[in-house]
């Protein structure tokens, strides 16, 4: 008896029943999903978007460890998809002969994709660490530019003799059997789609435990301390230069593996895909689900996805109302009346951490 | 076409970034908000100076007035509906409304007049001035010459008028103003009537460079002039007018002697490069920390 009450209070005691729950949802719509698809009672509308929505929900949890944990807000997002996706497709690209099993290749894929885009995020990181507030929001910005304009003049082909590249004109020369993995603003073509809900979901699965095992760590104490008062972290001994690029690095691994899944679940893709608008799209679906919470961002992030689709009927007017449904709702949840009548879901209030 | 003739088509470029990065750098330092919104003013301005132009035949001095009317209410409007209603909400939170506002009007704008592009009248004709070797555009010089005067006439009003004056206390301190008897909220209306009647001026120069109509339109002059507003420093008006020059003279040296293509990544190079020697822009106001 006294045993069994631990395992409760380990799963579902106070403060660690939001964690349990969330890989409850996942846990169980996975197996709904799977099993729907499986006997094929879920349309092909929705079995398309399965793999889509794994890979925006992994990349809204790491921008939420970043925006919401660390504080920092960061309009560059899809920039790290680009990269990851990019990367993944290539490696894919180039392994499809030696490795035949699918699945290992996506695994090394994608593993591939997240160092690129922690050595991007190492890189990008520092100014991060020099800049505060909206300043940093368009740094994050610039570069998330940058890495779209760079990856629309890259190309990359790949035949026996090795690696061909070019920058903003297409030289490469391929040997007969040769393959072009990157054509400049053209992107990837003929991709082996291997992804999969199934990793998909593995993925969100670990996704949430790094973040619930930062977020409830020394360091995860660290970060948001450093968030809410730099000066009082510092103070204490807190290294916030290396807080940080904690949360902006694994945020940018986290945005690398989503981006290579997303990559190599279409047979074309184009660069353009990842510009400005997809990183907003993804702090749209943080802040909606709340800032720091793990759970309200993969439910926003899949009322977000399939809200559009849902509206569908009404073709011309859903992505007007799209629109409208979100201004309501920032509207409507920062009414001080329903704050005050949600007060024991304990909403925060600009948790951003922006210093006045 | 040499280094002088790049600067000046530089300097005619930048004007437009100038004026369109003056209405997010007052609305920043009045509202302490970014608002993403402003780029689809600019196209909102676009489509009503086409139509007053195309399909109602009116002479230029009436459609600039008519773009400025309809986008001056339509940023009084925006504000009072949207934003207003977050006066106390995180950043956060405004900026996701902003960019509600702004898939609003660029999704309104394809529903009513569809999203095929519409060419622009020519307005300022083709002509040019040959001074030596150097030929400039009658049109480079109206730009340039319309930024100048924007920015006397509201370094005169931020300065000079009380209005002006209100609005630099609000900027300051909002809680001080109201006491000293400031109505905080129809200055902040005011602040983003005049960014958005500057965006109808700057869509007007906008299409007669770019003589192409559509409900994206504003995204990336958009983008630029707020990369122009931190640039100069955010909330600084002479810097969002340093900021919008330097901007449009690097875009366009960058085209000219290293790559079209690349032109945007050099750009937002140059930016972050700036920003990491000044961490608050080319003219922003240092940032003390209070201990």
Same mark, same amino acid.
């Given at each position: 008896?006294?045993?069994?009450?631990?395992?409760?209070?380990?799963?579902?005691?106070?403060?660690?029943?939001?964690?349990?729950?969330?890989?409850?949802?996942?846990?169980?719509?996975?197996?709904?999903?799977?099993?729907?698809?499986? *006997?094929?009672?879920?349309?092909?509308?929705?079995?398309?978007?399965?793999?889509?929505?794994?890979?925006?929900?992994?990349?809204?949890?790491?921008?939420?460890?970043?925006?919401?944990?660390?504080?920092?807000?960061?309009?560059?997002?899809?920039?790290?998809?680009?990269?990851?996706?990019?990367?993944?497709?290539?490696?894919?690209?180039?392994?499809?002969?030696?490795?035949?099993?699918?699945?290992?290749?996506?695994?090394?894929?994608?593993?591939?994709?997240?160092?690129?885009?922690?050595?991007?995020?190492?890189?990008?990181?520092?100014?991060?660490?020099?800049?505060?507030?909206?300043?940093?929001?368009?740094?994050? &910005?610039?570069?998330?530019?940058?890495?779209?304009?760079?990856?629309?003049?890259?190309?990359?082909?790949?035949?026996?003799?090795?690696?061909?590249?070019?920058?903003?004109?297409?030289?490469?020369?391929?040997?007969?059997?040769?393959?072009?993995?990157?054509?400049?603003?053209?992107?990837?073509?003929?991709?082996?789609?291997?992804?999969?809900?199934?990793?998909?979901?593995?993925?969100?699965?670990?996704?949430?435990?790094?973040?619930?095992?930062?977020?409830?760590?020394? *360091?995860?104490?660290?970060?948001?301390?450093?968030?809410?008062?730099?000066?009082?972290?510092?103070?204490?001994?807190?290294?916030?230069?290396?807080?940080?690029?904690?949360?902006?690095?694994?945020?940018?691994?986290?945005?690398?593996?989503?981006?290579?899944?997303?990559?190599?679940?279409?047979?074309?893709?184009?660069?353009?895909?990842?510009?400005?608008?997809?990183?907003?799209?993804?702090?749209?679906?943080?802040?909606?689900?709340?800032?720091?919470?793990?759970?309200?961002?993969?439910?926003?992030?899949?009322?977000?996805?399939?809200?559009?689709?849902?509206?569908?009927?009404?073709?011309?007017?859903?992505?007007?109302?799209?629109?409208?449904?979100?201004?309501?709702?920032?509207?409507?949840?920062?009414?001080? $009346?329903?704050?005050?009548?949600?007060?024991?879901?304990?909403?925060?209030?600009?948790?951003?951490?922006?210093?006045? | 076409?040499?280094?002088?003739?790049?600067?000046?088509?530089?300097?005619?470029?930048?004007?437009?970034?100038?004026?369109?990065?003056?209405?997010?750098?007052?609305?920043?330092?009045?509202?302490?908000?970014?608002?993403?919104?402003?780029?689809?003013?600019?196209?909102?301005?676009?489509?009503?100076?086409?139509?007053?132009?195309?399909?109602?035949?009116?002479? &230029?001095?009436?459609?600039?007035?008519?773009?400025?009317?309809?986008?001056?209410?339509?940023?009084? $409007?925006?504000?009072?509906?949207?934003?207003?209603?977050?006066?106390?909400?995180?950043?956060?939170?405004? &900026?996701?409304?902003?960019?509600?506002? +702004?898939?609003?009007?660029?999704?309104?704008?394809?529903?009513?007049?569809?999203?095929?592009?519409?060419?622009?009248?020519?307005?300022?004709?083709?002509?040019?001035?040959?001074?030596?070797?150097? +030929?400039?555009?009658?049109?480079?010089?109206?730009?340039?010459?319309?930024?100048?005067?924007?920015?006397?006439?509201?370094?005169?009003?931020?300065?000079?008028?009380?209005?002006?004056?209100?609005?630099?206390?609000?900027?300051?301190?909002?809680?001080? +103003?109201?006491?000293?008897?400031?109505?905080?909220?129809?200055?902040?209306?005011?602040?983003?009537?005049?960014?958005?009647?500057?965006?109808?001026?700057?869509?007007?120069?906008?299409?007669?460079?770019?003589?192409?109509?559509?409900?994206?339109?504003?995204?990336?002059?958009?983008?630029?002039?707020?990369?122009?507003?931190?640039?100069?420093?955010?909330?600084?008006?002479?810097?969002?007018?340093?900021?919008?020059?330097?901007?449009?003279?690097?875009?366009?040296?960058?085209?000219?002697?290293? +790559?079209?293509?690349?032109?945007?990544?050099?750009?937002?190079?140059?930016?972050?490069? $700036?920003?990491?020697?000044?961490?608050?822009?080319?003219?922003?106001?240092?940032?003390?920390?209070?201990?």
């Amino acid at each position: 008896m006294e045993k069994k009450k631990n395992i409760f209070a380990a799963l579902f005691g106070e403060g660690v029943r939001n964690r349990t729950f969330s890989f409850i949802i996942v846990i169980a719509a996975y197996i709904i999903l799977e099993s729907m698809r499986r *006997s094929g009672s879920l349309s092909s509308l929705f079995t398309g978007l399965l793999v889509p929505i794994c890979c925006y929900v992994i990349a809204a949890i790491g921008l939420n460890l970043n925006v919401g944990i660390s504080g920092e807000l960061n309009l560059g997002q899809a920039g790290f998809m680009s990269i990851g996706a990019f990367t993944g497709i290539s490696v894919s690209g180039c392994l499809a002969s030696s490795l035949t099993n699918p699945t290992l290749r996506l695994i090394v894929s994608i593993l591939v994709a997240m160092l690129v885009a922690v050595i991007f995020g190492l890189i990008i990181g520092v100014p991060v660490l020099k800049l505060q507030g909206d300043y940093l929001a368009i740094v994050t &910005l610039a570069f998330g530019q940058i890495i779209m304009s760079l990856v629309t003049n890259m190309y990359l082909g790949f035949d026996e003799n090795g690696f061909q590249f070019s920058f903003v004109e297409n030289r490469t020369k391929l040997a007969k059997g040769g393959k072009m993995l990157l054509s400049g603003p053209m992107g990837a073509n003929g991709t082996d789609r291997i992804s999969t809900f199934t990793v998909g979901a593995v993925m969100i699965v670990l996704a949430l435990l790094v973040v619930y095992n930062i977020m409830y760590s020394k *360091s995860g104490r660290a970060i948001m301390a450093a968030r809410d008062n730099r000066i009082a972290a510092e103070s204490v001994g807190i290294n916030i230069a290396r807080t940080k690029m904690l949360a902006f690095v694994i945020s940018a691994a986290m945005a690398g593996a989503a981006g290579a899944l997303y990559g190599l679940n279409y047979k074309t893709l184009v660069p353009a895909k990842f510009d400005f608008n997809t990183s907003i799209l993804i702090l749209v679906f943080v802040v909606l689900g709340g800032l720091g919470n793990m759970t309200g961002t993969i439910i926003a992030t899949v009322v977000l996805v399939l809200l559009p689709e849902l509206l569908r009927p009404i073709a011309d007017y859903r992505m007007l109302t799209y629109a409208i449904i979100l201004i309501l709702t920032m509207i409507i949840t920062n009414n001080p $009346v329903v704050r005050k009548f949600f007060g024991g879901l304990k909403l925060r209030r600009d948790t951003a951490g922006r210093e006045a | 076409m040499g280094f002088l003739s790049y600067l000046i088509s530089g300097l005619g470029l930048g004007s437009v970034y100038a004026i369109i990065a003056l209405g997010y750098t007052m609305v920043y330092g009045i509202a302490k908000m970014l608002n993403f919104a402003h780029g689809d003013v600019i196209m909102i301005g676009a489509y009503v100076s086409f139509f007053a132009l195309n399909s109602f035949g009116l002479s &230029l001095p009436v459609t600039i007035l008519l773009a400025v009317t309809v986008c001056t209410a339509l940023g009084i $409007v925006i504000e009072k509906l949207a934003y207003k209603p977050l006066r106390q909400a995180s950043s956060l939170a405004v &900026l996701i409304t902003a960019i509600g506002v +702004s898939y609003f009007l660029q999704n309104g704008a394809q529903l009513l007049w569809s999203s095929s592009t519409k060419v622009f009248p020519s307005v300022f004709g083709n002509g040019s001035i040959t001074i030596g070797s150097l +030929s400039v555009s009658i049109l480079t010089i109206i730009t340039i010459m319309t930024c100048i005067v924007v920015m006397v006439a509201l370094t005169l009003f931020i300065n000079k008028t009380k209005t002006g004056r209100a609005m630099r206390a609000c900027s300051e301190d909002k809680g001080a +103003s109201t006491l000293m008897g400031i109505n905080v909220n129809s200055i902040i209306s005011i602040t983003f009537a005049i960014g958005s009647g500057l965006a109808a001026i700057a869509s007007l120069l906008l299409c007669a460079a770019y003589p192409s109509v559509f409900p994206t339109l504003g995204s990336m002059p958009g983008i630029k002039a707020f990369t122009a507003a931190v640039f100069g420093g955010i909330g600084s008006i002479p810097g969002a007018f340093l900021g919008g020059l330097l901007l449009g003279i690097i875009e366009i040296f960058a085209k000219a002697y290293i +790559s079209t293509q690349l032109s945007d990544a050099i750009v937002f190079a140059v930016l972050i490069v $700036v920003l990491l020697i000044k961490p608050t822009g080319l003219l922003g106001a240092k940032q003390n920390e209070k201990v």
